[in-house]
T-cell receptor, first 110, second 114 residues
Framework: DAGVIQSPRHEVTEMGQEVTLRCKPI?????LFWYRQTMMRGLELLIY????????DSGMPEDRFSAKMPNASFSTLKIQPSEPRDSAVYFC????????FGPGTRLTVL | QKEVEQNSGPLSVPEGAIASLNCTYS??????FFWYRQYSGKSPELIMF????GDKEDGRFTAQLNKASQYVSLLIRDSQPSDSATYLC??????????????FGTGTRLKVLA
């Protein structure tokens, strides 16, 4: 298995632009998680899906953030409009009790 | 009070020594506990999980859980320079609704000195 796949690995954009991060979970995993990691706040859970349904989005910082999971093999996290304070590493993870993380997307918003 | 607390470190130990990493949690209903290792610039990877009070050993790693004290620890025996990384404690809670809450600590940075 290829593990959790994320794209892009790096994204540099300007403030106000739309950013879309992509994730392909491990086949057969029913749960998918989006995290954000910064030095100041550590690893924060943004949202998770179970069987493609969003279960808890209480960690989504504000309405500029949205996430979708149209099918079992694909999820997106969108930020519109992006702001410099959104700069972080965004991880996708799949699994249930134990989570397997993707390589992350390093986002820089100028 | 943070829900999952770890000392940020760095914790420095000489090569060959035992490294002891600690984590406390606030929710008494927490059911499962995990240790992840994260190398700089990489993603977290699972080392161990533990559900029951007591010790669980896997190679050089031992996880210890004390639910009464709301305390979980990770011991690394015969520490190697390659063990230098940030160690994240995570706590999970399942609910009858079918949802669960998975919370990470901010991590402890371990440095093993050659």
């Amino acid at each position: 298995d290829a593990g959790v796949i994320q794209s892009p690995r790096h994204e540099v954009t300007e403030m106000g632009q739309e950013v879309t991060l992509r994730c392909k979970p491990i086949s057969g995993h029913n749960s998918l998680f989006w995290y954000r990691q910064t030095m100041m706040r550590g690893l924060e859970l943004l949202i998770y899906f179970n069987n493609n349904v969003p279960i808890d989005d209480s960690g989504m910082p504000e309405d500029r953030f949205s996430a979708k999971m149209p099918n079992a093999s694909f999820s997106t996290l969108k930020i519109q409009p992006s702001e410099p304070r959104d700069s972080a590493v965004y991880f996708c993870a799949s699994g249930m009790v134990t989570q397997y993380f993707g390589p992350g997307t390093r986002l820089t918003v100028l | 009070q943070k829900e999952v607390e770890q000392n940020s470190g760095p914790l420095s130990v000489p090569e060959g020594a035992i490294a002891s990493l600690n984590c406390t949690y606030s929710d008494r209903g927490s059911q499962s506990f995990f240790w992840y290792r994260q190398y700089s610039g990489k993603s977290p990877e699972l080392i161990m999980f533990i559900y029951s009070n007591g010790d669980k050993e896997d190679g050089r790693f031992t996880a210890q859980l004390n639910k009464a004290s709301q305390y979980v620890s990770l011991l690394i025996r015969d520490s190697q320079p390659s063990d230098s990384a940030t160690y994240l404690c995570a706590v999970n809670n399942f609910f009858t609704s079918g949802t669960y809450k998975y919370i990470f600590g901010t991590g402890t940075r371990l440095k093993v000195l050659a």
